[in-house]
């Protein structure tokens, strides 16, 4: 079985600290993740890491049975669906919705820097669709809400029919509707057989879909609880994650809620 994601003992040493410190988890084609933590706790560059982005310091980086260093980064990205706010910053505001999703297929900033047929337009309405901002096709990313924006930059992560899907803070601009949307369309992703498994990076317990099976919970750089996700979330491992009292409840509809109490 090819092993969507698998990260072993990976360290990121910047300025002379461990920003991640020796962590491993490795995601099944059935799993989805959550990998939650503080502001600072090592999410973003982890996900940076998985998604070939940034290279470790020590570790070894597996994604879709190839391994970083012994393969073409480039091609393998093209597998790989992600999307984070870094990203999003470096497309022109000139660029319309549906060449943004395009450019998915190279792994590229830039529509101009290869060649796209009538099929990839296509493929790239159907993604736009996918997440309900079809209507925005052709209208410049300037033009576009910040909600509406993080809505192509997701479209945008489905174009490739990845192998796996890398989401940093998806919701960090999205209103309530538009945050729920999106719980529901990752809850669609997470009971669908043939979609690929996603790694959802958030601080927000109340945005994890219903059908998230795993769970990572990062502290300074280190994992403090890693497995299924009713075993890793917790209320001790929220309050040790965030250093606070934690009171943590699962709904009947398996979507979570969490508070501290004073
Ligand atoms: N290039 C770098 N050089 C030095 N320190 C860095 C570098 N990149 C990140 N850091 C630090 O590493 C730590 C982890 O950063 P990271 O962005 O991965 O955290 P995060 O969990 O995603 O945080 P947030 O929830 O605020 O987005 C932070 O303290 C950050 O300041």
Redo the contacts with the bound molecule.
């Keep these: 079985m090819t092993l969507p994601l698998e990260l072993d003992h990976i360290v990121v040493r910047?300025?002379g600290?461990n920003?991640?410190d020796d962590v491993s988890f490795v995601v099944s084609p059935d799993q989805n993740w959550l990998v939650l933590?503080?502001?600072?706790?090592?999410?973003?560059?982890?996900?940076?890491v998985a998604s070939m982005y940034e290279h470790p310091t020590t570790g070894t980086v597996r994604v879709l049975g190839e391994q970083l260093g012994r393969t073409d980064v480039r091609q393998l990205r093209r597998r790989v669906g992600y999307a984070s706010a870094a990203l999003a910053a470096q497309f022109r505001a000139e660029l319309t919705a549906v060449e943004i999703v395009m450019t998915a297929r190279y792994a590229a900033l830039e529509p101009w820097w290869h060649r796209y047929d009538d099929a990839d337009r296509a493929r790239a309405l159907d993604c736009l669709g996918q997440m309900d901002v079809e209507r925005f096709a052709d209208r410049p990313l300037g033009s576009l809400s910040s909600g509406e924006q993080q809505r192509v930059f997701l479209a945008r992560t489905l174009m490739t029919d990845p192998g796996v899907i890398l989401l940093?803070?998806p919701s960090a601009r999205l209103d309530l509707g538009g945050r729920e949307r999106l719980v529901h369309a990752l809850d669609d992703l997470a009971s669908n057989p043939d979609a690929p498994p996603f790694v959802l990076?958030t601080?927000h317990v109340d945005e994890v879909p219903a059908g998230v099976s795993h769970a990572l919970l990062?502290r300074d750089?280190r994992a403090i609880e890693s497995g299924p996700i009713d075993e890793a979330l917790t209320a001790e491992s929220l309050s040790a994650c965030f250093d606070m009292p934690i009171n943590l409840e699962r709904r009947g509809d398996g979507r979570f809620t969490a508070w501290s109490s004073h």
């Design positions: 910047r300025d600290r920003i991640v933590g503080a502001n600072g706790s090592g999410k973003t560059t982890l996900l940076r940093d803070e990076v601080h990062l750089g």
